[in-house]
């Protein structure tokens, strides 16, 4: 599932294409998606001038000019992506959006987990998807006082902490397990356990982080591609996920898979106790 990296990447990428272009047409291919697609206020949108492209949390917001919001999740294997309107339509293609310039939006979705929705600008903080999202990994006040207060009074192991959007907002399981890495702190280590200096690095760690992984457009394993249609590179830089059996980049320990819940963790048991 794409995480905050790879969302903010595809904001970004579709700054260029989208900023200032009306929208012509939409096209409704296949509303099967996690929630239906409503044709109806898609086709609200035409006419409207994309003013704004922005990200809350995992989720991608097009603003546009009549005070609507255009909101996806990409879910496992959503893209978004831009392209010439002659290029060949795929299996898979959900939702199309013909541009005042020419080119096309579209909305690709093999595995139908993803969310299209259009809302008004004044009701964005009345759905229930953003209403109890936590704070922003790159908020001034996630702070290790912030973290804390959290850890100190929860069993959670702390890989689950990571994972509550209710608490820190964009973190999956791939940049959790390396934002331990980064800290040294085992993904099994039970919340209450940590320090409060281990807090602050955690703290420290998350938007560092996430900020290298947008340097390098995000993770690539499978389906993630930005709104050109190009994979991430930080799959090459990964400290521990999906390495296990390889050689720990600090010390020569390999690395280790477990399942903590119904998802993998991956750690140095050398480098983190």
Known sequence: MPELPEVETVCRSLRPHLLGRTI?????????????????????????????????????????????????????????????????????????????????????DPRRFGLSLVTRRESLHELPQ???????????????????RFTRCSERRIRDLLLDQQIVAGLGNIYANEILSMTGIKPTTRSHRLTRKQANALAGAIPRLLSDAIRWCGTS????????????????????????????????????????????????????R
């Not at 953003?130 to 804390?148: K, N, Q, S, V």
């Open 24 to 108: 012509k047409g939409v096209q409704v291919v296949d509303s099967r998606l996690r929630v239906p697609v409503d044709k109806k206020s898609l086709r609200g949108l035409i006419g409207q001038r994309v003013e704004a492209i922005e990200r809350r949390a995992k989720y991608i917001l097009i603003r546009l000019s009549a005070n609507s919001v255009w909101l996806f999740h990409l879910g496992m294997s959503g893209k978004l992506i831009c392209v010439e309107p002659n290029t060949a339509r795929r299996k898979h293609d959900h939702i199309i959006a013909q541009l005042d310039d020419g080119g096309e939006l579209r909305y690709h």
């Open 130 to 148: 953003l209403r109890l999202l936590g704070i922003d990994p790159f908020d001034a006040d996630l702070t290790g006082d912030f973290l804390f």
């Open 221 to 272: 394993f499978s389906d993630y591609r930005d709104a050109d249609d190009k994979s991430g590179e930080f799959q090459n830089h990964l400290r521990v996920y999906d390495r296990d059996g390889e050689k720990c980049r600090s010390c020569p320990t390999l690395i280790k898979r477990i399942a903590i819940g119904n998802r993998s963790a991956f750690y140095c048991p050398t480098c983190q």
